[in-house]
């Protein structure tokens, strides 16, 4: 199959404006997030709503396409850039522009989802680990997952599921394995069309998780697992703790 990585990237942001551009110990953040993709996907797309951005991709040598500004998501921003990208592949896989330190086998297990014809969508998960503690998971900016035997997701939510009856909170993560979703995504590009016409379903709008119009429209997510954590950067004091990583 042919893939190609397509790392949505606004501009806009309230509480870190223009951070794609932000510098990372003389790389912008968004250069090393193409850098990282780049080690697994030989065709790699920036999609902006902002030429800036555009001119910095560019200017270290990659590639980006300009996007409209009203998108709702990255998924509809990565639809729009395959669509004006005029080259044709089975599966884009869609990379938070906010990931620098996303790692080349994360990419590769989301590929790996792909060995079955079926699959239709794709994410990644990760197990809440019990040395991580309690407040980890009740961390509502930390979307839970619940996947059935077939490895697809059942429900995303941001409150935890499931709920252990007759066991104290402290007590949760020795009961049972929860999964975190990392939110790192690929398509099958008839279904990436398909999904990106689709209203704002009732449980999407309520969690605020877009995955959630897919499941609700009966669409199959497979899941893929990995032991990494991904930090996403949010804020500049997110900023200042990857900088911190790169011993910096």
């Keep these: 199959m042919k893939f190609v990585g397509i790392i949505p990237a606004r501009y806009s942001s309230s509480r870190f404006p223009g951070k794609p551009l932000a510098d990372m110990a003389g790389k912008t953040m968004i250069q090393r997030v193409y850098e990282q993709v780049k080690l697994v996907l030989d065709d790699v797309w920036v999609a902006t ?5 555009l001119d910095a991709v560019e200017a270290f040598g990659g590639k980006a396409v300009m996007t409209s500004a009203d998108h709702r998501s990255g998924t509809d921003r990565c639809k729009e850039a395959y669509e004006k990208i005029e080259k044709t592949f089975d599966v884009v896989i869609n990379v938070q522009g906010d990931e620098p330190f996303i790692q080349p086998r994360q990419i590769e297990e989301l590929k790996s989802c792909f060995n079955s014809k079926d699959v239709e969508l794709a994410t990644l998960v990760k197990p809440f680990r019990k040395k991580d503690g309690f407040d980890v998971l009740f961390n509502n900016n930390s979307p839970k997952v619940v996947i059935n035997k ?31 979703h990392i939110g790192m995504y690929a398509y099958r590009v008839d279904i990436l069309k398909e999904i990106t016409l689709l209203p704002q379903s009732s449980l999407e709008l309520a969690e605020s998780l877009e995955q959630l119009r897919w499941i609700e429209n009966g669409y199959k997510i497979k899941v893929g697992y990995t032991d990494l954590e991904t930090i996403g950067i949010d804020t500049p ?6 900088l911190k990583m790169l011993n910096i």
């Design 49 to 53: 709503d902002d030429v800036r951005i």
């Design 150 to 180: 077939k490895d697809e997701a059942i429900y995303f939510s941001r409150s935890i599921i499931p709920y252990i009856r007759d066991a104290k909170h402290t007590e949760w993560l020795d009961k049972h394995t929860f999964y975190k």
């Design 237 to 242: 004091e997110d900023m200042e703790k990857a």
